[in-house]
C-alpha cells in the first residue's frame, strides 16, 4: 500500500484539527504537518515534504492563491487542492493558474475530501465538470480568446493523433473517464492511456489545465459546453 503524505494549511485550528481526524483515520493517507498561513506551509513543506497540501485560500501573511504558486514552483512533484467556502470562478482560475490540481469546497463530505486526494495523488484533477464548464464559459468572454493559437500551442495539437485530439475534445467538455468510455465505445485503460498522452503531449498537468488547453486552440467553444 503507497502511503500519501498530506499538509494541510488553514487559519481555523477546529476546522484544520477534524481535517487531520479524517484524513489521519485512512491507512493509506497520513498528515505530515499543519500551518496557519500560507508562508509557514512552505516552511513545513522545506522540513517535511508532502505529496498533497490542501490550502485553504484566505489566510493571513500569505494567502493560498500566492502560497500554492510558490509552493508548486519548489516543488514541482507536490500537488495542492484549494480548499475554500466560496464557489468563485475567480478563486478557481486564481488556484489553477498558480498551478493547483484541484479545487474543492470546505462543506464537501468527509468521502468526498478523501476521494479528491487519492484522484489528486494519482496524477487527476478534482473538480467537477460543472465548475470546469463555468470556467471556460467565463474565459470565452474575455478578449484573450480572440489571440491566435501561440506555435507552441499549434505544435502540441499537430502531434496528436485524431482518438487522442477526440478525447482532449471530450476533456474540455468536461467528460470523466466513465463518460468517455461509454461515449466513445472503448475501454477505461484505453481512455486513460489516451488522457495520459493527452496530458504529456499538451504539457498539462491535469485533465482541468488540458481543459483550458482545448479551449484556448478552439477545439472547444462556448456552444459545446450547452451540449455537455
Known amino acids: 500500500m503507497t502511503m500519501h503524505r498530506v499538509g494541510l494549511a488553514d487559519d481555523q485550528p477546529l476546522f484544520l484539527h477534524g481535517i487531520r481526524a479524517v484524513i489521519d483515520s485512512q491507512p493509506d493517507l497520513e498528515v505530515c504537518w499543519l500551518a496557519a498561513n500560507g508562508s509557514d506551509a512552505l516552511d513545513a513543506m522545506n522540513s517535511e515534504p508532502a505529496d ?17 504558486r510558490q509552493l508548486t514552483q519548489r516543488f514541482p512533484g507536490a500537488r495542492v487542492i484549494i480548499l475554500t467556502t466560496f464557489d468563485d470562478e475567480d478563486y478557481v482560475m486564481g488556484g489553477l493558474g498558480a498551478g493547483a490540481s484541484g479545487f474543492l469546497l470546505k462543506d464537501a463530505e468527509p468521502d468526498t475530501l478523501l476521494e479528491a ?50 478525447v482532449l475534445v471530450a476533456v474540455g467538455r ?22 495520459g498522452r493527452v496530458l504529456a503531449k499538451t504539457n498539462s498537468r491535469d485533465r482541468v489545465h488540458a481543459a483550458l488547453f482545448a479551449y484556448r486552440t478552439g477545439l472547444v467553444e462556448r456552444s459545446d459546453l450547452l451540449d455537455s
Do not use: C, Y
Open 174 to 195: 468536461g467528460w470523466t473517464n466513465t463518460e468517455i468510455a461509454e461515449r466513445m465505445f472503448i475501454s477505461m485503460p484505453t481512455v486513460k492511456t489516451h488522457v
Open 52 to 68: 498533497i497540501v490542501l490550502m485553504d485560500i484566505q489566510m493571513p501573511v500569505l494567502d493560498g492563491i500566492a502560497a500554492t
Open 117 to 166: 486526494i487519492r484522484t489528486v495523488a494519482a496524477g487527476d484533477a478534482v473538480i467537477s465538470p460543472r465548475a470546469t464548464n463555468r470556467i471556460v464559459a467565463k474565459l470565452s468572454s474575455t478578449p484573450e480568446q480572440t489571440v491566435p493559437v501561440s506555435p507552441a500551442d499549434r505544435l502540441a495539437l499537430d502531434e496528436l493523433t485524431e482518438r487522442e485530439t477526440e
